[in-house]
């Protein structure tokens, strides 16, 4: 199910919310819980019926694990505690590593496998289970966690609440059971909060309308340059990445924006995701800008155990570099997602360097450098292949255009922007006129203007939002929902989030 679906919209979270409310009024907090429990199930196996079992089994395995690790006292200096401990948490994260392995990487594995040995073994052809790159880095966390005796539960069903809550099911954020059990359990969050109601729906209407009316449209462009497979022109090939790059923030900081509010609609703060990533100074910013629960869950519970920056420079951009290559390959089963975090790993190796020796740039170049390298990256996460990649590049690069050229018929260079046709369009030079605008528009948004969590006055530390409800924001609320409802009309396949590929 979709979160820009009408059933989601006009269905699924209405009930869910009206009913879960009136159960707390009525104070049947346990069949609140059942409810809300259902609901996520059924909003899982609503898109994806046939992997239920699969989470279903993947909740019981770690909720016992888990429960185990808590009865081991973290600071014991018994061996046999130690021992058991250390055994158990191996054994719960081999069992999701070999999960999310056997259905993300195998036929990855094999195709490499053929290509070395010049084999022929058959592909298992497997679909990616939903959401199962997510849960699976969500019960890891909560393993190693419940083994430093940071988190535990002895509650079944607040474990599958845990697991389960649909806002953060499907593409995150990925959210700590410290971080998330305490509201769920907090007697006065049972209660209907009309503020917090307030603030989820414009949250929720702001990542709706990044979502349909601003990521959809850039998918057009993307896809059409990506996919064409022919050769780009130098604008041809900058429109579609770029495309692609204001698709893939609007798409997933809205679908997060979304996730952030319909969980405010039952009280539960989840944690921000995207704070203006396009901003980014360097690159060290920007990861702490983009999908900041991933990027938490990399530092906290890889790069760190690794060593992180406590056992030399050598072994720091080591570290690094392991880093962002699983990293990588935690979004995707290919060599352009393993490029992908190949570059982001040398990039931040060279700005902790760059650092160190007291480099300093001007924030303008900074900040170019660093979205100039995103987007650039940003080709390899996208293509289907390297050869596709490579295509794009050349594009960009110019490699087959020469300069003199290119100034004197500029106009010869914008319009075989066929591709870029949304309406029915005819004319050129009105089409590239168009895409450029979008383009322009959309990326000062992302460039300058104040973030969704920003303009709701989010404070992350104390947890609270200082929104305030008046006729400015009504009228910003009707004119978002207005303008994301159109596109409703007359469109009977809803687009994914991207990162349900993921």
Same mark, same amino acid.
């Given at each position: 199910?979709?979160?820009?679906?009408?059933?989601?919209?006009?269905?699924?979270?209405?009930?869910?919310?009206?009913?879960?409310?009136?159960?707390?009024?009525?104070?049947?907090?346990?069949?609140?819980?059942?409810?809300?429990?259902?609901?996520?199930? &059924?909003?899982?196996?609503?898109?994806?019926?046939?992997?239920?079992?699969?989470?279903?089994?993947?909740?019981?395995?770690?909720?016992?694990?888990?429960?185990?690790?808590?009865?081991?006292? !973290?600071?014991?200096?018994?061996?046999?505690?130690?021992?058991?401990?250390?055994?158990?948490?191996?054994?719960?994260?081999?069992?999701?590593?070999?999960?999310?392995?056997?259905?993300?990487?195998?036929?990855?594995?094999?195709?490499?496998?053929?290509?070395?040995?010049?084999?022929?073994? !058959? &592909?298992?052809?497997?679909?990616?289970?939903?959401?199962?790159?997510?849960?699976?880095?969500?019960?890891?966390?909560?393993?190693?966690? =419940?083994?430093?005796?940071?988190?535990?539960?002895?509650?079944?069903?607040?474990?599958?609440?845990?697991?389960?809550?649909?806002?953060?099911?499907?593409?995150?954020?990925?959210?700590?059971? @410290?971080?998330?059990?305490?509201?769920?359990? #907090?007697?006065?969050?049972?209660?209907?909060?009309?503020?917090?109601?307030?603030?989820?729906?414009?949250?929720?209407?702001?990542?709706?309308?990044?979502?349909?009316?601003?990521?959809?449209?850039?998918?057009? +462009?993307?896809?059409?340059?990506?996919? /064409?497979?022919?050769?780009? /022109?130098?604008?041809?090939?900058?429109?579609?990445?770029?495309?692609?790059?204001?698709?893939?923030?609007?798409?997933?900081?809205?679908? /997060?924006?979304?996730?952030?509010?319909?969980?405010?609609?039952?009280?539960?703060?989840?944690?921000?995701?995207?704070?203006?990533?396009?901003?980014?100074? #360097?690159?060290?910013?920007?990861?702490?800008?983009?999908?900041?629960?991933?990027?938490?869950?990399? @530092?906290?519970?890889?790069?760190?155990?690794?060593?992180?920056? @406590?056992?030399?420079?050598?072994?720091?951009?080591?570290?690094?570099?392991?880093?962002?290559?699983?990293?990588?390959?935690?979004?995707?089963?290919?060599?352009?997602?393993?490029? +992908?975090?190949?570059?982001?790993?040398?990039?931040?190796?060279?700005? @902790?360097?760059?650092?160190?020796?007291?480099? %300093?740039?001007?924030?303008?170049?900074? +900040?170019?450098?660093?979205?100039?390298?995103?987007?650039?990256?940003?080709?390899?996460?996208?293509?289907?292949?390297?050869?596709?990649?490579?295509?794009?590049?050349?594009?960009?690069?110019?490699?087959?255009?020469?300069?003199?050229?290119?100034?004197?018929?500029?106009? #010869?260079?914008?319009?075989?922007?066929?591709?870029?046709?949304?309406?029915?369009?005819?004319?050129?030079?009105?089409?590239?006129?168009? =895409?450029?605008?979008?383009?322009?528009?959309?990326?000062?948004?992302?460039?300058?203007?104040? #973030?969704?969590?920003?303009?709701?006055?989010?404070?992350?530390?104390?947890?609270?939002?200082?929104?305030?409800?008046?006729? %400015?924001?009504?009228?910003?609320?009707?004119?978002?929902?207005?303008?994301?409802?159109?596109?409703?009309?007359?469109?009977?396949?809803? /687009?994914?989030?991207?990162?349900?590929?993921?």
């Amino acid at each position: 199910m979709l979160f820009s679906s009408p059933v989601y919209i006009f269905l699924f979270l209405p009930v869910v919310v009206i009913v879960y409310f009136i159960m707390m009024r009525w104070r049947m907090a346990a069949a609140g819980k059942i409810w809300l429990i259902a609901g996520s199930f &059924l909003f899982y196996s609503y898109s994806a019926l046939q992997y239920l079992p699969l989470i279903i089994g993947s909740i019981c395995v770690n909720f016992f694990l888990g429960n185990r690790l808590r009865k081991i006292p !973290s600071d014991s200096t018994n061996a046999r505690d130690f021992t058991r401990r250390k055994v158990l948490l191996a054994t719960g994260i081999s069992f999701n590593l070999c999960l999310l392995g056997y259905f993300k990487y195998a036929d990855f594995f094999i195709e490499n496998l053929n290509r070395a040995f010049d084999t022929s073994t !058959s &592909l298992l052809s497997l679909a990616l289970p939903l959401a199962i790159s997510f849960y699976t880095f969500q019960q890891i966390a909560f393993l190693v966690d =419940s083994s430093n005796s940071e988190a535990g539960e002895p509650d079944f069903g607040n474990y599958c609440f845990f697991v389960m809550f649909f806002p953060q099911l499907i593409a995150g954020p990925i959210v700590r059971h @410290r971080e998330m059990m305490p509201q769920f359990v #907090n007697i006065h969050n049972r209660l209907l909060d009309w503020s917090n109601m307030a603030t989820g729906i414009f949250v929720f209407a702001i990542g709706l309308f990044k979502k349909t009316v601003i990521a959809d449209s850039f998918a057009l +462009w993307a896809n059409a340059g990506f996919d /064409s497979g022919k050769a780009l /022109s130098f604008f041809e090939a900058w429109s579609a990445s770029l495309s692609y790059t204001f698709q893939l923030y609007y798409d997933f900081s809205g679908y /997060s924006d979304m996730a952030i509010g319909a969980a405010l609609l039952f009280n539960i703060k989840l944690p921000v995701n995207f704070n203006s990533p396009y901003m980014a100074l #360097n690159i060290q910013d920007f990861w702490q800008r983009w999908h900041i629960t991933l990027s938490r869950w990399l @530092r906290d519970y890889l790069y760190i155990p690794l060593g992180g920056n @406590r056992k030399g420079p050598a072994r720091t951009l080591i570290n690094l570099m392991i880093t962002f290559l699983l990293g990588g390959l935690w979004h995707g089963a290919g060599w352009t997602f393993v490029i +992908w975090g190949a570059m982001h790993g040398a990039a931040l190796a060279i700005h @902790r360097v760059w650092q160190q020796r007291g480099l %300093k740039m001007p924030a303008i170049i900074g +900040w170019l450098c660093t979205f100039l390298f995103i987007n650039v990256a940003w080709v390899f996460f996208r293509a289907a292949t390297l050869p596709d990649a490579f295509r794009i590049l050349k594009g960009m690069a110019g490699y087959e255009m020469k300069i003199p050229v290119m100034a004197a018929n500029l106009l #010869n260079y914008l319009t075989p922007w066929d591709f870029m046709n949304l309406a029915g369009v005819n004319d050129p030079l009105l089409i590239s006129i168009h =895409s450029v605008g979008y383009i322009v528009v959309f990326s000062l948004l992302a460039f300058c203007a104040p #973030n969704s969590m920003q303009i709701v006055e989010f404070v992350p530390y104390r947890g609270i939002f200082r929104f305030k409800t008046n006729v %400015k924001t009504a009228m910003l609320l009707a004119i978002l929902l207005f303008v994301s409802f159109l596109t409703f009309v007359g469109n009977v396949s809803q /687009s994914q989030f991207l990162y349900f590929n993921f």
